[in-house]
């Protein structure tokens, strides 16, 4: 580990372990997982994704269970509640949720919960000019807030940049500075009325830590996110027997393969707020390994683990 999470690991586990006895800590994980089209190729221009990549996407979800699911491109209602389905099957089961659509009818953000969602905005009409020119973000911003015991609740910020794609109307990079922006302010605004607010931020942001739009995200200052940046970790699912060592699991956070040029890169992230940083567990925060990651999807799957102080 850097030696900034050596210092936040042993002063969270400090903290945990002087709880006072009657208390007990609750623990839960945040995942975010871009699913790469769950459709049934139906509508629009998406191809129905294959019976065996489904099963795989369902399998890795299944096997780690996070109390709180982001997903990225899922398509239809109908196909999303073939999704819950499965996952119900598995014993995954999500008594919240919510279907956010946008201006791209084809991929929609879904967030499924096992704490109440007491709260849900979906920004659908956001816009900025470039060049002249008035655009509309094509996938929406959803803002939740959840509860997840009577004394503690976070807000949660998921979103799905512009894609690296090329366009006629503009250039991609810069529609995604702009959707940045647009998201940034509304970081800004919900911290200028609690700095201390627990905040999640998470997502296909579309591109690399260094790039400017991820570093809008991040912001500087009080305000500043903390970029949890998974890592792999533990054993392969699918072949136990392979693990890693601790300093080959260091150097890999990828995210994204794009086959067309063989690259791999991080562009899904789990940002925190300082707030929220105080209950972040970095033991629970990494990258699934599994046999068959690119059967599911073209990303991986991120997990952010967090605990909090509760009572018997």
Request: glycine share 6%; with cysteine.
């Amino acid at each position: 580990m850097t030696k900034l999470k050596l210092i936040h690991l042993f002063c969270f586990l400090f903290a945990v372990n002087s709880l006072p006895s009657e208390e007990l800590p609750i623990e839960f994980t945040i995942a975010s997982f871009n699913v790469k089209g769950y459709s049934d190729g139906k509508t629009g221009y998406r191809k129905a994704k294959p019976p065996e990549s489904r099963t795989r996407v369902e399998q890795i979800i299944g096997h780690w269970n996070p109390e709180i699911l982001v997903i990225q491109e899922m398509g239809s209602r109908s196909m999303f509640h073939q999704f819950k389905s499965a996952l119900n099957d598995r014993g995954s089961r999500y008594p919240y949720e919510v279907f956010a659509e946008g201006n791209d009818t084809e991929n929609h953000i879904v967030v499924l919960s096992r704490f109440p969602i007491f709260k849900t905005s979906i920004h659908t009409d956001d816009s900025f000019e470039l060049h002249g020119n008035r655009f509309r973000m094509s996938r929406p911003i959803l803002e939740l807030d959840i509860q997840v015991t009577e004394n503690y609740s976070f807000k949660l910020l998921s979103v799905h940049l512009k894609s690296k794609r090329k366009i006629l109307s503009a250039d991609q990079q810069e529609v995604r500075e702009k959707e940045a922006r647009v998201l940034r302010r509304k970081i800004d605004d919900a911290l200028s009325k609690n700095q201390n607010l627990n905040l999640v931020v998470i997502g296909d942001l579309n591109d690399s830590p260094q790039a400017l739009s991820t570093r809008t995200i991040l912001g500087k200052g009080r305000n500043r996110l903390f970029d949890t940046r998974p890592i792999e970790e533990g054993a392969l699912l699918g072949n136990p027997s392979k693990t890693l060592t601790s300093s080959r699991i260091l150097e890999i956070a990828w995210t994204y393969f794009y086959k067309k040029e063989d690259s791999y890169s991080r562009i899904d992230y789990i940002l925190i707020s300082r707030g929220m940083k105080a209950e972040w567990n970095p033991l629970k925060t990494f990258i699934p390994r599994s046999a068959y990651w690119n059967a599911a999807s073209d990303h991986r799957m991120i997990l952010a683990g967090f605990i909090i102080a509760g009572r018997r």
